[in-house]
């Protein structure tokens, strides 16, 4: 007897009773958002209390987002401009939002509510969304294959709170946390590859892979490149008859050709600042450190209810962040499971494949460049005789990363290969769904009760616990003075590295006035650059000559940054720039306006 045969076809739904109430057909359609709702709230709790005037943790690059929610609502309503352009950043030469990351379409997300109640909450209501919608479409993917309700809950909950994405939520990261297209784009593509559905599957692929493309370029080029190598594998490997399929390989091509104006869209403003020099390629040296450890696919999250912070106690975890990539004690079990059980299925079969060659690929390239353990460089001892031919005593372990950063087009422009492991955690959500649906054909009058089981096993596993820090946005009381002041006078702030604070952008808002710095810490524009040596002498004759060249008008000088203020205040003065003003531990110098 085939023990796979009760899980129905791929695409086959288990559908109500023909008497069923409209009540129970409205709560299948409504209850996995309203599930995937209640959890994302129970997961960031307390957030929800605060999600008007506050950010999660501390202020970061959460700020920045928040800034550009009102940027873009400023220049789209009232300047009726280009929100890319910022002229009043790194003024007077400006600024262009690609030197960062713009994610617009998870700024989408909260841009109406940020319209109505302000960008704090528009901001705060995109991240929750992330969630939300990273689940239910996850649910969506693994429901449509397996036609169990119950799995596509255990593979959406897996996807939507895997710690990877819970730390890039406490981080303020809206971007990287933009993983919600993922399962959409691979639903597409596997029914690409495999036939089925066509035009669905090509507007599926295209439209998602468009709103990739406006998520992070990051997540545009890794998908392609992920994507590209596991077809390709696939095809070479398991149909290598089906390379000649001319149809299926239009299919693609319409496919990118519905994703193109979103892809174009979210690239311009990248290539055509790559195209003046703005994006410089890194050196190997200076991304080592974005290679992920192969341990941190075993470590629970340091934030972590009961055993996070014991983990951050015994395990070197400087780079949590970016580095917390566990794949989790229940989820990772189910994922082997469905893979083992349901491998030989045909009904399974394929896609198993594609994901497990997709998952290989993103797995070598998130550990990036050379070998790391515990985030650690692994360092082989040269033998004695061959130290004088290699003139050193260790070498570390080159990974196929390495080369391709040396090679591969693009590749260099790369700083965090971590990231790539997100097609890794998106493998792990839609096999843990397989696995679940296999138990469930066991035990098929618990089946509710091994669901909910399994959802809660999950829950404890990822669950960081009731956050308890929670930073307030507001600008500060010079802001609000400089706000009252005439004119368009140039505002720089000191010690000259706050002028690339997220905060001090989202200042801007409130005073107005243009501002010598920005958010500078991806690729510094020119005149940042050629600035800054001089400006971090301040205050002396040379930094003070350079603000009057520049035509900066106001000063802004954190006292608390500076050991001994009292003598900085009088060098300060004496060179010709007196206190108009002092707002807590912020003075403020001016320099007269050039003629």
């Known amino acids: 007897m085939n023990k796979t045969a009760s899980i129905p076809e791929v695409g086959d739904r288990r559908r109500a009773p023909a ?9 299948a359609i409504l209850g996995p958002p309203a599930f995937f709702v209640v959890l994302t709230i129970v997961m960031t709790w307390p957030l929800v209390l605060h999600a008007g ?16 929610m009102a940027w873009f609502k400023k220049t789209i309503f009232d300047l009726h401009v280009s929100p890319i352009a910022v002229p009043q950043l790194n003024y007077p030469e400006g600024w262009s939002l690609a030197y960062t990351e713009i994610a617009p379409s998870e700024l989408a997300l909260g841009f109406p509510v940020s319209l109505v109640w302000g960008p704090i909450l528009g901001y ?19 429901n449509d294959l397996t036609g169990s309700p119950g799995a596509g809950l255990i593979a959406g909950t897996v996807f939507a709170f895997i710690p990877f994405r819970v730390a ?6 809206l971007n990287v946390a933009g993983t919600l297209w993922f399962p959409l784009y691979f639903m597409g593509l596997s029914d690409l590859l495999f036939g089925r559905r066509p035009r669905r599957a090509i ?18 080029y890794m998908t392609l490149l992920i994507s590209g190598i596991a077809v390709v594998a696939y095809l070479v490997l398991f149909d290598r008859s089906g390379i000649g399929d001319v149809q299926r390989w239009k299919r693609m091509a319409l496919a990118l050709l519905v994703s193109a104006p979103l892809v174009v869209a979210g690239s311009f403003p990248f290539i055509q600042l790559a195209g003046q020099g703005g994006l410089p390629s890194r050196s190997v040296d200076s991304v080592v450190s974005g290679s992920a450890s192969v341990t941190d696919f075993v470590l629970p999250s340091t934030d972590h209810f009961i055993w996070g912070s014991w983990i951050a106690e015994h395990f070197n975890r400087d780079h949590w962040m970016e580095g917390t990539l566990y794949l989790g004690a229940v989820a990772l079990p189910l994922a082997l499971l469905g893979v083992f059980r349901l491998k030989d299925d045909p009904r399974y079969r394929n896609l198993i494949r594609l994901l497990a060659l997709a998952s290989s690929a993103a797995f070598i390239l998130a550990l990036g460049t050379n070998l790391h353990w ?21 070498i570390s372990i080159r990974l196929p990363g390495y080369y391709m950063f040396q090679y591969f087009p693009l590749f260099s422009k790369l700083r965090t290969f971590k990231r790539f492991s997100v097609f890794v955690l998106l493998s792990v959500g839609a ?18 009760a091994i669901v909910l089981g399994l959802l809660a096993l999950i829950f404890l596993d990822f669950y960081p616990g009731p956050y308890v ?14 706000a009252t002041q005439p004119g368009e006078g140039l505002v720089a702030q000191f010690p000259f590295y706050q002028e690339e604070d997220q905060d001090q952008i989202y200042n801007t808002l409130i005073h107005g006035k243009p501002f010598l710095g920005g958010f500078f810490n991806a690729f510094p524009p020119a005149q940042y650059s050629r600035i800054r040596p001089v400006m971090e002498g301040f205050p002396d004759d040379a930094s003070v000559a350079l603000l009057n060249e520049l035509n900066v008008e106001y000063v802004i000088v954190d006292s608390s940054a500076y050991p001994g203020f009292p003598i900085v205040l009088k060098e300060i003065e004496s060179l010709g720039m007196p206190a108009i003003g002092v707002f807590g531990k912020d003075y403020v110098f001016h320099l007269p306006a050039s003629p």
């Open 19 to 27: 008497g069923a109430s409209g009540i129970r057909r409205w709560l």
């Open 53 to 68: 005037d506050s950010v999660v943790g501390r202020i970061g690059d959460n700020i920045y987002f928040v800034w550009m």
């Open 124 to 142: 705060n209501v995109a991240l929750l969304l992330t969630f939300v919608l990273s689940g239910y479409f996850m649910h969506l993917w693994v």
């Open 168 to 173: 890039h939520f406490l981080s303020g990261h």
């Open 203 to 220: 507007v599926l692929t295209g439209l998602s892979l468009g709103l990739i493309a406006l998520t992070t370029m990051y997540y545009l």
């Open 374 to 394: 515990l985030e650690e460089l692994v360092r082989l001892p040269v033998p004695a005789f061959l130290q004088g031919v290699v003139d050193r005593e260790s």
């Open 431 to 448: 096999l843990s769904g397989f696995g679940a649906a296999w138990i469930e054909t066991r035990v098929r009058h618990w089946r509710s």
């Open 469 to 482: 820090d929670f930073a307030k946005i507001q600008a500060r009381p010079v802001d609000y003075w400089l």
